[in-house]
């Protein structure tokens, strides 16, 4: 008999179908058209466009009753063929509160990111908890699985509209943080700031953009739903889904074998004291210039970037003598910190471009904490068990070479220097400041400086230097021979250190 002639199931699963409709119906035709109006795609819309198309596989369709989804649509899916959990708040349904049912949702596909091990992304526009919903002491239990998955498999967040209270805590948990032009994250909104603290201020200067970038809460900014939910596909695309696998490796292609590199003689000037962009240098050397720099709005001074080299993904942390001359400050040590152990948790490579006259000097600088960021630093890139690799390019002085990998014999799998790069405590110039010494002392620190890269290749603090045009060859083969390292299973990192 076909599935048309079965009477005795006709009234129930026509039952089940109303259900389903009243769910996908989210808030109604009314609040759907001002959402959508406002620029904004719904949840349902969004989970479209971030998954395959028709890989979406719903859960939790029924929970709320009267209350479609509770707020919150979830399930399983794929991006570019690869399993992922993921999570959207419905503002069209209650603001995108979180009920009871709704908040155990969230603690499920955490869950079961974590038990299948692929990826779990949280799509984020709600008001936190629901009034009188709070859930007792089993409230936080979403956030509670959610950090069981740090480290294991790889965590997104995007918000895409108004972010508060308890569902705003997903965003810092997260491994990466995207949110549009338009979005905005707090503790407490607008109103409960003015009637806690009697400060009135728009949602935009409480925890728009500008603040959540300039704060470090948020790492990158889009201008659109559209564009957030594709750059969250291309992070993704560098990774493992879970710390037990490799990163996927690209199939070799005519950009991903071995090339000079002339272009960096024109890119990098001689002179230490020229700036230029370290973008050009990332552009040159790795496969394409298609690479996805991370936080490029924080912590300036250190360009984060995910890159292929020999269809390989890799971690870049690279210093930006375009900004103070390459000193790291206290942001862009954070900020290096927390990029270096994400990659290392999912055994990326780590590449270090180190350009730098050291950690960033002053009373301003001390007041930020720079001894303390910087201690992070070093302690996460000495903590990091993935293949290493580093190339000082002209100039490495002080700690700022320590946090930039450059002590040999600390695990890198290569350490390269150009010839006449400096090497030091400190600069010649600021150490005949400092010593207050004559003429000729000052000439003599000079030239031991220009010859630093030689003294330490003898000693072979460097494994070789290279000449800027056998730049992407000596990385690529040196990554290309580590990789045998690598005929043991993938397994989770282990790390025993406490942070400074």
């Known amino acids: 008999m076909a599935d048309a002639e079965r009477p005795d199931w006709k009234d129930t699963l026509a039952d089940l179908k109303l259900r389903r409709e009243r769910s996908y119906a989210m808030g109604g035709p009314e609040r759907l058209a001002k959402h959508r109006g406002a620029g904004r795609l719904d949840a349902r819309a969004r989970i479209d466009a971030l998954l395959d198309p028709g890989s979406f596989r719903e859960i939790g369709t029924l929970v709320g009753g009267d209350v479609p989804a509770d707020g919150i649509v979830t399930g399983s899916g794929e991006i570019d063929g690869t399993p992922v959990m993921v999570g959207a708040e419905d503002f069209t349904t209650m603001a995108g509160t979180i009920g009871t049912g709704s908040n155990s949702k969230r603690h499920r596909i955490a869950e079961l990111a974590l038990r299948n091990r692929i990826p779990l992304v949280m799509l984020l526009e709600g008001a936190g908890f629901r009034p009188g919903k709070h859930g007792g002491g089993r409230a936080p239990i979403d956030l509670i699985a959610q950090a069981r998955c740090s480290g294991i498999v790889p965590t997104v967040a995007a918000i895409l ?3 508060a209270g308890h569902g705003a805590l997903v965003a810092p948990v997260c491994d990466f943080r995207i949110m549009t032009a338009g979005a905005a994250i707090f503790t407490a909104g ?12 728009s949602k935009e200067d409480l925890g728009g953009p500008d603040v959540a970038i300039s704060s470090g809460v948020i790492h990158n900014v889009a201008p659109d739903d559209e564009a957030a939910l594709a750059d969250i596909r291309r992070y993704l695309s560098y990774f493992p889904p879970t710390s037990w696998s490799y990163p996927p490796t690209r199939p070799a292609d005519a950009s991903t074998g071995p090339r000079s590199t002339p272009e960096l003689l024109d890119i990098i000037p001689r002179d230490n004291r020229r700036v230029y962009d370290i973008r050009k240098v990332i552009d040159v050397v790795f496969d394409d210039p298609d690479w996805f ?11 984060c970037a995910l890159a292929h ?69 070093f302690a996460a890139q000495t903590m990091a068990s993935t293949l ?34 400096t090497l030091g405590a400190m600069s010649a110039a600021a150490l005949t400041r400092a010593a207050k010494v004559d003429a000729e002392a000052s000439e003599k620190l000079h030239e031991a400086e220009t010859q630093a890269s030689f003294r330490s290749a003898a000693k072979l603090s460097f494994d070789e230097l290279i000449d800027p045009r056998e730049t992407r060859d000596a990385l ?7 990789m045998h390292s690598r005929a043991v299973p993938a397994e989770p990192v282990t790390r025993t250190a406490i942070l400074p």
């Open 161 to 163: 509209g108004p972010s």
């Open 190 to 201: 607008p109103p409960v700031v003015k009637e806690s603290t009697g400060e009135d201020i």
């Open 293 to 303: 720099e991370v936080q490029p709005g924080f912590g300036r001074g250190i360009v």
């Open 309 to 377: 080299l020999g269809g390989h993904p890799v971690a870049v942390v690279a210093n930006q003598p375009m900004v103070m001359a390459g000193s790291i400050d206290a942001d862009a040590a954070d900020k290096a910190a927390h990029f270096i152990m994400v990659a290392d948790s999912f055994h990326l490579p780590i590449v270090f471009l180190s350009d730098n006259p050291g950690m960033l000097p002053g009373s301003r600088s001390e007041r930020s904490g720079v001894l303390r960021a910087g201690a992070r630093m």
């Open 388 to 421: 290493k690799l580093h190339l000082t390019l002209r100039k490495a002085y002080g700690f700022g070479s320590m946090v930039m990998s450059l002590l040999g014999f600390d695990d890198q799998v290569a350490t390269f220097g150009y010839p006449g790069s």
């Open 476 to 482: 690529l083969t040196t990554l290309v021979r580590a």
